[in-house]
């Protein structure tokens, strides 16, 4: 009968196994049967991966803070022109100041990159710059926009202290009389009393030798 002969040789078994242990499932990285070129190889590839991961967060970082200083650049520039023009700056929830992902910065950057495209136009090109022009060349002195005779009356247009209070007031409080301002901002004062209502009046005498009155 074979049932004595299988449990002898399933005693043997057991036995070997209590002495030896069990053969190991699968090997570890550590385990000394794997070639030690592959360990390396391994090591060495989990070391570049780490290092490529570190490059592609500091790039990312740069090119945020990149897009953010261009959006706040372009917002800046904007508000400028729309302060000398006198007209209510573009609202801003400054959104680039949080959190936020690359795709989103970039379209805020060309939003704001128009914006102060258009801004820089309108500025550059007030609704009466003509007319204002030949004020200017009538008016002005010999110092020409930047005119400052002594008799109480500054820049190209020939504006008084109680005129530039009126209507460039912040111009006034930061930069001092009008022969210190660019003759656009100058211009923009003298749009901002025409759209008062007062129109080419307050130069009665060169506003008449150009026609305008």
């Known amino acids: 009968m074979s049932f004595p ?3 002898t040789a399933f005693a043997v078994a057991l036995l070997c196994s209590s002495l030896f242990g069990a053969a190991p499932a699968a090997q570890a990285d550590d385990d000394p049967l794997v070639p030690i070129s592959t360990t390396i190889t391994r090591h060495k590839t989990q070391v570049e991966d780490k290092a490529q991961a570190e490059r592609d967060a500091r790039s990312l970082a740069r090119q945020v803070e990149r897009l953010k200083g261009g959006i706040s650049y372009h917002r800046q520039k904007t508000w400028y022109y729309q302060d000398r023009m006198f007209v209510v700056r573009t609202r801003s929830n400054f959104d680039d100041k949080k959190q936020v992902g690359v795709a989103y910065l970039k379209w805020m950057a060309r939003l704001w990159s128009d914006r102060r495209i258009k801004a820089r136009y309108a500025y550059q090109h007030p609704p009466h710059l003509s007319q ?8 002005h002195g010999s110092g020409g926009w930047s005119t400052n005779t002594g008799n109480g009356y500054f820049g190209g247009v020939q504006m008084d202290l109680d005129f530039m209070r009126t ?10 009389t009008a022969n210190n301002w660019t003759y656009l901002e100058q211009i923009w004062v003298s749009e901002r009393a025409y759209s008062s209502g007062r129109g080419f009046h307050p130069w009665p005498r060169t506003a008449a030798m150009c026609g305008l009155i």
């Open 5 to 7: 002969r299988t449990l």
């Open 167 to 176: 209507y460039g007031g912040f111009l006034l409080r930061t930069k001092g």
């Open 132 to 139: 204002f022009l030949c004020i200017y060349s009538h008016e």
